[in-house]
């Protein structure tokens, strides 16, 4: 069982036991639904809790959570720097939409179909979001992720067809 990494819970937040988080996905809607169990784990201990969202609201990258089984800011305090995630297999992505793990090891074709190379990492360093390319032959270079450049996702057949352009390689 994967786990997909939501938020990290950063100080508690008034009295009843609410926690403030800073959000680390896209996609908080679809992830945080009152009732939802997630998985929380203090990465230095690795101990790990199931907690029950009671509720959730967003402010801006920051997400303040209340769970079920925390009432007071005492105990809200325990989870101070715990990450919150939840089962890969219960957060699916919206359609055209694709994690970044998954787009790594898959085969660069360009449109007449010649192997380019292997996708080694996607870099979110620029306004753009850039596929990370290692040719045959060792050398590297980018892809910037938009439709003009990747065109077809296959991940069954662990493809991406690339549109290159002169000078891209």
């Given amino acids: 069982m994967e786990q997909l990494l939501l ?16 959000c680390l996905t896209s996609f908080p809607k679809q992830r945080f639904k009152k009732g939802n169990v997630f998985t929380l784990t203090n990465p230095k201990t690795k101990e790990s809790k199931s907690l029950t ?10 997400l303040i959570l209340s769970f079920k089984e925390i009432e007071s800011v005492e105990e809200a305090e ?10 890969k297999d ?14 790594k090891c898959l085969k660069a074709i360009d ?13 979110a360093y620029a306004p753009t979001k850039n596929l ?20 077809d996702i296959d991940l069954a057949k662990k493809t991406v067809i690339i ?7």
Avoid: C, W
């Fill in 90 to 103: 219960e957060a699916p992505l919206p359609e055209g939409y694709y994690r970044f793990e998954d787009l």
């Fill in 163 to 169: 549109h290159v352009v002169e000078g891209m390689l």
């Fill in 7 to 22: 938020a990290r819970i950063t100080k508690p937040l008034g009295l009843k036991g609410e926690v403030r988080a800073l």
């Fill in 53 to 62: 969202l009671a509720s959730y609201r967003l402010q801006g990258d920051v």
């Fill in 132 to 151: 990370k390319i290692k040719s045959n032959e060792g050398k590297v270079f980018y892809v910037p992720f938009i439709d003009v450049f990747v065109g």
């Fill in 111 to 123: 449109d007449e179909g010649q192997e380019l190379g292997e996708v080694i990492d996607v870099t």
């Fill in 78 to 87: 325990t989870l101070r720097g715990y990450e919150v995630s939840m089962d």
